[in-house]
């Protein structure tokens, strides 16, 4: 399918779907099943099995006749984690009923891989799934799990097999965020919110319907997740002058009074390296177009991080006191991470959680390391040794 079929499809679906006179969630459904929600999807699950990349032509003509779009940013997790895994992973059942309310936004996705015990060695998590009937229960703790507060759903790492070595004894489940035995407790962050949560589960109940994947084979399907959540992270299409840079740029045109040469120097090496980055981004998403994320998204994801710091950071040198200030401590649960609707000082807090979430920037630099220069690997003693004889 080329992009003039396409933007005919298109053409033809707005002659029959007014947006300006359909609800806004009957639009989305409507755009889903007539497959124009991401056109590199199979038929019948959003898609036409068309390129990436044409997905453009699809919102160009949405956009110009005022369509609702599925409000990306709030669905995030879901869009740009768990729909590409269970695409891959997902049998013919979980993908009818999962995908299209992950896509509108009637469901939100949540996902529970970190724990508190397991550092950043997300292969040593302990949360349990013990095999009970048709089933399974889980108990165990996870941690800084955004939305999960407005979660239906969670994408979950937990450990089948405690006998195995520890990547190879973990399977992956999809999590009812309403059951009995799953508890969400807000997690405040120096920003004064608590966009993230602790979740626990106690004895919480996963169909095995709810699998992803073979048992055992968690590890495997969460490198699917992994890989897609950090270009969603660090590879995400914005405009030139787009996210952070363009706040911080904002912020000097504003301030004409408080600029230095040394701080001029110093803002362009940071505008270029932030276009640069955009441009790096658009070459990664199109190599997905005809293929699968690999370990380059990992070197996207760790260069987001930095220069969100380094733009932060100067954008509160710039302002001097008034870059201290802060407008409000309010514990708040958010829905979304809003770089631009806050003042410098709130983008300063926020971006130290950079270099954390969606892989830390150690990690991510063991992964480009080995998988993308070919260096040799870190020592690891532990990887043939079942996980219940590891020291904890």
Request: aromatic share 8%.
């Amino acid at each position: 399918m080329n992009a003039e079929t396409l933007r005919e499809r298109a053409r033809e679906f707005l002659s029959k779907n007014d947006p300006s006179g359909m609800d806004r969630l009957d639009f989305l459904r409507a755009r889903f099943d007539a497959g124009l929600a991401w056109v590199h999807f199979p038929e019948g699950l959003g898609g036409f099995g068309a390129a990436r990349e044409l997905q453009t032509v699809v919102e160009a003509e949405l956009e110009a006749a005022g369509a609702p779009d599925n409000d990306p940013r709030r669905i995030g997790i879901g869009l740009g984690m768990a729909a590409p895994t269970i695409l891959a992973f997902g049998t013919d059942e979980q993908k009818q009923r999962l995908l299209r309310p992950l896509w509108t936004g009637e469901e939100v996705w949540c996902q529970l891989f970190s724990e508190p015990g397991a550092g950043s060695d997300l292969a040593a998590a302990g949360t349990r799934a013990v095999r009970e009937g048709d089933g399974w229960r889980v108990t165990g703790q996870k941690v800084w799990t955004s939305s999960a507060h407005t979660a239906r759903w969670g994408i979950l790492l937990a450990r089948t097999d405690p006998d195995l070595p520890k990547h190879a004894g973990l399977s992956y489940f999809v999590l009812d965020m309403t059951d009995p035995g799953v508890e969400v407790r807000p997690l405040r962050q120096i920003t004064g919110e608590a966009e993230f949560n602790e979740v626990f589960m106690t004895q919480a109940w996963v169909p095995d319907s709810n699998r992803l994947g073979e048992v055992g084979e968690g590890w495997r399907v969460a490198q699917t997740t992994l890989m897609n959540e950090r270009i969603a992270i660090g590879g995400r299409p914005t405009p030139r002058e787009g996210g952070m840079v363009g706040a911080v740029a904002g912020t000097w045109r504003a301030n004409p009074d408080r600029r230095t040469p040394e701080l001029h120097d110093r803002l362009v090496d940071l505008w270029v390296r932030a276009e640069a980055l955009r441009l790096a981004g658009i070459r990664l998403r199109q190599q997905l177009a005809v293929g699968s994320p690999g370990p380059e998204g990992s070197a996207m994801k760790l260069t987001f991080a930095r220069l969100a710091q380094e733009l932060s950071g100067f954008e509160v040198e710039l302002l001097a006191e008034d870059g201290l200030r802060y407008d409000d401590w309010t514990l708040r649960r958010p829905d979304l991470v809003d770089f631009n609707g806050r003042e410098a000082g709130y983008r300063y807090l926020r971006a130290k959680g950079n270099s954390i979430e969606g892989g830390t920037s150690e990690v991510l630099r063991n992964i480009i390391a080995e998988r993308v220069l070919g260096l040799p690997a870190e020592p690891r003693v532990d990887t043939k040794v079942p996980w219940k004889d590891l020291p904890r």
